[in-house]
T-cell receptor, first 110, second 114 residues
Framework: SQQGEEDPQALSIQEGENATMNCSYK?????LQWYRQNSGRGLVHLIL?????REKHSGRLRVTLDTSKKSSSLLITASRAADTASYFC??????????FGQGTRLTINP | GAGVSQTPSNKVTEKGKYVELRCDPI?????LYWYRQSLGQGPEFLIY????????DSGLPNDRFFAVRPEGSVSTLKIQRTERGDSAVYLC????????????FGPGTRLTVL
């Protein structure tokens, strides 16, 4: 079963704008990760934030985590055409497996 | 230094047939995972290996699905008596230790059952 829900399900913006995607989850977590997927195939790991962290940066990516609200957000600044992809959040809940949301389809228009 | 590889990249089969999907993890990674992704959905966990043993197979949908990792490296996901509902992309991932370490995904095998 899916753990989280991404919001929005689809997002279309102009190149250069910032893109924000949100993820909500239901149970306590150890960490939360964001992945990118191009063309419905392999997932690329973007960033991991631990349950005791509130914010993390990696290049143009900024992730926040609010464990009291069971939510996370992924911000991509200065978007590029190559950022067009689906983005998934995934949580680890004590066990080894990742539990994914349904993803946000991001389209960057040139 | 290669990443996770999966073969075949695409597999088309007929309902009722048997299929095997292969995963080669990153060298030295002890943990290996299988996930299944249906169109428009996020990946769903199937099974997790730590070394040669299946540490968690709670995601396997039924007894038609089976996976092995006999030498603690390559893994094979086996599906018997395939059904049209088995059509999906099957993703494999590996990590250095399991636990909370990052999982690295392969490109997936797209299975189509006619």
């Amino acid at each position: 079963s899916q753990q989280g829900e991404e919001d929005p399900q689809a997002l279309s913006i102009q190149e250069g704008e910032n893109a924000t995607m949100n993820c909500s989850y239901k149970t306590s977590i150890n960490n939360l990760q964001w992945y990118r997927q191009n063309s419905g195939r392999g997932l690329v790991h973007l960033i991991l934030i631990r349950s005791n962290e509130r914010e993390k940066h990696s290049g143009r990516l900024r992730v926040t985590l609010d464990t009291s609200k069971k939510s996370s957000s992924l911000l991509i600044t200065a978007s590029r055409a190559a950022d067009t992809a689906s983005y998934f959040c995934a949580t680890t809940q004590g066990a080894q497996k990742l539990v994914f949301g349904q993803g946000t389809r991001l389209t960057i228009n040139p | 230094g290669a990443g996770v590889s999966q073969t075949p990249s695409n597999k088309v089969t007929e309902k009722g047939k048997y299929v095997e999907l292969r995963c080669d993890p990153i060298s030295g990674h002890t943990a290996l995972y299988w996930y299944r992704q249906s169109l428009g959905q996020g990946p769903e966990f199937l099974i997790y290996f730590q070394g040669t043993g299946a540490a968690d197979d709670s995601g396997l949908p039924n007894d038609r699905f089976f996976a092995v990792r006999p030498e603690g490296s390559v893994s094979t996901l086996k599906i018997q008596r395939t059904e049209r509902g088995d059509s999906a992309v099957y993703l494999c991932a590996s990590s250095s230790e399991g636990g909370l370490s990052t999982q690295y995904f392969g490109p997936g095998t797209r299975l189509t059952v006619l």
